[in-house]
């Protein structure tokens, strides 16, 4: 029964692929332009740009559950810190949501999805994992994605 070895870890191997993409950086340093994940904790230093972001929480996740017929697509409010060479850090907030009901400024163009930095544009690309219908997510299973680009 060599078989079911093998087919465990061909399992395990599928399962963990998703996570494992190597196209997308998980922290670490960054090229602008290049779309990068990040978990609560995590910072992305952005080559060339003296700029570090570090997710620090997901808030107010009230984004529609894909399973559900919502009459509006909710939002999250994805809270980051930039620190610019050797200066304090500063906290922005980015929504999923580029036009969230609630009273925000908004970001460049109106979008609040992005903010500009020093020079540069972060866009919030993504959040995951999608609302479950009925509960929450984990604080721990949040992966958002940005992307930076110039101004």
Do not use: K
Request: charged content about 25%; aromatic content about 4%; some cysteine.
């Amino acid at each position: 029964m060599r078989a079911r070895p093998v087919l465990f870890a061909l399992g395990a191997l599928l399962a963990l692929a998703p996570a494992c993409a190597p196209h997308e950086p998980r922290g670490g340093t960054v090229r602008p332009r290049q779309v990068f994940t990040l978990a609560i904790g995590d910072t992305a230093r952005l080559q060339g740009t003296g700029l570090a972001v570090t997710l620090r929480d997901v808030r107010d996740d009230s984004r529609c559950p894909p399973d559900a017929d919502c009459g509006w697509q909710g939002d999250a409010t994805i809270v980051v810190a930039v620190r610019a060479g050797h200066s304090a850090p500063a906290e922005h907030e980015l929504h999923t949501n580029p036009r969230p009901a609630r009273s925000v400024p908004p970001g460049p163009d109106g979008d609040h999805r992005a903010v500009r930095l020093d020079g540069h544009t972060l866009r919030l690309a993504g959040l995951a994992p999608p609302n479950p219908s009925g509960g929450e997510v984990d604080r721990g299973d949040y992966r958002a994605r940005f992307a930076l680009h110039p101004a």
